[in-house]
């Protein structure tokens, strides 16, 4: 799912293009894209774009007569910027013309998450706050007293946007390892000095992750929007070595999510559970990372 810095660029991005373009036409292609019935989709026609924002994980297009296109890319969806020159392909789910270009929308797979809502004033978006801190603007003392008012791992916590918008599993996992911080640490058991490196390498790695991905996108669209790449350290490197100390990145594994971290960095040696493996080893799982590498 695009994270915070994935967002940040593409709104940065489509305020370089949209922004004072009039919508000549909204054409929407998945019948399961559109949540709302009223203002209709007709409504937005001719309508100049004024504004464009994140609104944690989504994306608020806000156009004149106090319109506001609300998006969720969810798990899947991707955007996409075509040249006025370019033909619109077939597997887009959803289509903004402007006269400078179109902007288009993909899902992949069977499962349609993404949404679209229409709606009208500022007031209105209210319905879409979950009220988390914007973990790049909140103070240190603001971060700590957001964690600690419910009593969660660290993990669910950081990733929960009623506590902080715009965090996922991916920068979650960078976050931590990071901050050298169990992912199954509950929120209750971290000390002050936990809080303060937790709050700094929050900060740190998302800033420099909408640098990184500002760089790849230079002055073209970003399109290539994944949750795994080559420069993380530990999201997504199952079996790979940690680039800190070298020990193999470990994983837990619940439904469709996974938890990579490094044991040596994160957990003292100790590798957590994985709810499928450890059923299945039993007694033969591995407790401590000396037993998996000496295994």
Not at 5 to 30: F, K, M
Not at 77 to 88: A, E
Not at 113 to 125: E, K, P, W
């Amino acid at each position: 799912m695009p994270e915070l810095p994935d967002i940040t660029v593409y709104v940065e991005a489509l305020e370089a293009r949209i922004v004072g373009q009039p919508l000549n036409e909204l054409r929407i292609a998945s019948p399961f894209l559109l949540r709302t019935v009223e203002p209709s989709l007709t409504s937005v026609a001719g309508k100049r774009v004024v504004g464009v924002r994140r609104m944690a994980k989504r994306i608020v297009l806000s156009l004149e007569d106090d319109l506001r296109i609300v998006l969720h890319l969810m798990i899947a969806g991707r955007l996409h910027w075509l040249s006025p020159t370019k033909r619109v392909p077939r597997n887009i789910i959803a289509a903004f013309e402007f006269g400078n270009g179109t902007l288009t929308l993909t899902e992949a797979g069977t499962k349609k998450r993404a949404s679209l809502h229409l709606v009208r004033g500022d007031a209105s978006l209210a319905t879409f706050e979950r009220g988390g801190l914007d973990p790049l603007t909140c103070s240190a003392a603001e971060f700590a007293a957001r964690a600690r008012s419910e009593n969660h791992t660290i993990k669910r916590t950081l990733t929960d946007q009623r506590m902080f918008n715009g965090i996922g599993n991916a920068y979650s996992d960078e976050i931590l390892h990071r901050a050298r911080l169990s992912p199954v640490k509950l929120t209750s058991r971290l000390a002050d000095d936990e809080y303060a490196c937790l709050h700094d390498s929050t900060g740190a790695v998302l800033s420099e992750w909408v640098e990184r991905l500002r760089a790849q996108a230079g002055v073209g669209f970003p399109e290539k929007v994944t949750a795994f790449r080559p420069e993380m350290s530990v999201h997504g490197k199952y079996g790979q070595a940690c680039p800190e100390c070298g020990t193999a990145v470990q994983r837990i594994r619940y439904a469709d999510n996974e938890t990579n971290y490094c044991p040596r960095c994160q957990t003292e040696g100790r590798l957590l559970a994985d709810r499928g493996l450890s059923r299945l080893l039993k007694s033969d799982w591995p407790r401590r990372i000396e037993e998996l590498e000496g295994s």
